[in-house]
């Protein structure tokens, strides 16, 4: 009798122990689980440095000029330069690399005193002509461009001869019969002769050179001024959601790598949104002029009329500059930023097309213009490459290329879209 209840209390006390050793190896894992939660938690929370501003890295498919040409080009419209990006200002490695090298080939451009700038008031009258004459100027200006990136490594005595003196001698010609428009209706302008000599320069990283007649305005680098205090907390501490809950507000939690600025998918954008205007000041667009068709590879142009978009923020995304600035209002209230322009074409009229499709066509257009009142930009399109049904649409951007943000969810955001048949 005694030797089974000894049995049973040593039976008892060995699993007893098991238990306490079980137990006790439960708590170790839990705490190496815990500790590798926080760390987990942590390193999701910490702020990887984002790749410096001018990086060169791979730019998305679709980002090169359908003319081969650098990232930005100019064109004139009515009294002012207009700037389109290209794949939203993203250059080629080389393009990029040859830039920061500063060395002549790839990472140059043509350089000429700016014109526009120097010309007295233009009368009325003469308006029309000379506007002619300056975007004569900076088609002239474009194709020395293509030259000098097909055939600039051939040394400075050919650039000199085959691609410099020729443009002089052209702009001479242009700049005599603006002098003249000129001169017929108001004070005859001085000293424009002097404005035909152009030089090669190097692009930097800003993705091209003076490519319209005048100075190209510095590039914006990411990471501006952050907009306006929302900080992502309770409004008023009133429970956000509509008593729904918010899920997340930040990236603190997020399982994803932080975004970096460049056109990476699987990321957090931890960027604030930033300020939002009063339901009058929202933007708003319209194409007002389209073709309703066109041939196969066949130049066309699209009007686009803007309001309450201050066309002067675009932070190049080949450059880290796409969603890293919160959205920006001017003194007016009015969104800070640019619009986009695509075509694409449409497989089917009856389903919706692949979202990862290259378009076509795509630019980012920003001239340092719009406000209040409506005002028109024209897009050139190069030509669609195939037959079919081709949807245009413009869209408006902030800063960081994000649609701007409205007052009230019923209000209609800017965009429009068009469609135009390819034969």
């Not at 993705?207 to 409004?235: E, R």
């Not at 066109?294 to 995304?317: I, M, Y």
């Not at 074409?345 to 097309?353: E, G, N, V």
């Not at 195939?386 to 209609?412: F, I, K, Y």
Request: charged fraction near 20%.
């Amino acid at each position: 009798m005694r030797r089974s209840t000894r049995a049973r209390r040593s039976s008892g006390n060995a699993r007893s122990k098991r238990l306490l050793a079980v137990v006790g190896t439960l708590a170790v894992f839990g705490g190496v689980v815990a500790v590798t939660q926080i760390s987990s938690a942590q390193d999701r929370r910490t702020n990887k440095p984002r790749p410096a501003a001018g990086q060169c890295v791979e730019p998305s498919p679709g980002a090169t000029a359908p003319t081969g040409g650098g990232s930005t080009s100019r064109t004139w419209q009515n009294g002012r330069w207009v700037r389109n990006h290209w794949g939203d200002g993203q250059q080629s490695v080389p393009e990029c690399e040859d830039g920061k090298d500063g060395t002549v080939g790839t990472g140059t451009a043509i350089a000429c005193p700016d014109v526009a700038a120097k010309l007295p008031q233009v009368p009325d009258r003469a308006r029309a002509e000379v506007d002619r004459s300056l975007a004569q100027l900076q088609t002239q200006i474009a194709e020395a461009d293509r030259r000098l990136a097909a055939e600039g490594n051939k040394g400075d005595a050919f650039i000199r001869s085959a691609i410099l003196q020729p443009l002089a001698g052209k702009r001479r010609a242009v700049l005599d019969r603006i002098t003249t428009a000129i001169d017929r209706v108001g004070p005859r302008p001085q000293g424009l002769a002097q404005l035909a000599e152009c030089q090669v320069q190097p692009t930097g990283n800003s993705g091209g050179g003076n490519s319209g007649g005048g100075t190209t305005s510095p590039t914006t680098t990411p990471g501006g001024t952050n907009g306006g205090g929302n900080n992502g907390g309770n409004n008023g501490g009133t429970a956000p959601g509509a008593g729904l809950g918010v899920l997340a507000n930040d990236c603190d939690e997020s399982r994803l790598q932080p975004h970096d600025g460049f056109q990476n998918g699987n990321r957090c954008v931890s960027t604030e949104f930033g300020e939002v205007g009063a339901a009058a000041n929202n933007p708003s667009l319209l194409i007002t002029q389209f073709p309703d068709q066109v041939g196969q590879n066949q130049p066309f142009t699209l009007r686009v009329s803007t309001r309450n978009l201050v066309r002067d923020r675009f932070l190049a995304a080949g450059q880290g500059g796409y969603y890293v600035e919160s959205s920006l209002l001017n003194d007016q209230g009015l969104v800070r930023g640019h619009f986009h322009t695509a075509c694409r074409m449409l497989d089917s009229l009856t389903a919706p097309p692949e979202p990862q499709e290259v378009p076509a066509f795509f630019v980012a257009t920003e001239d340092g213009r719009g406000g209040a009142q409506p005002d028109e930009v024209t897009i050139q399109v190069p030509g669609l490459p195939e037959s079919g049904t081709a949807q245009c649409s413009v869209w408006a951007g902030d800063g960081s290329h994000r649609l701007p943000m409205m007052e009230r969810a019923n209000q209609t955001p800017a965009f429009d879209s068009v469609r135009i048949d390819v034969n």
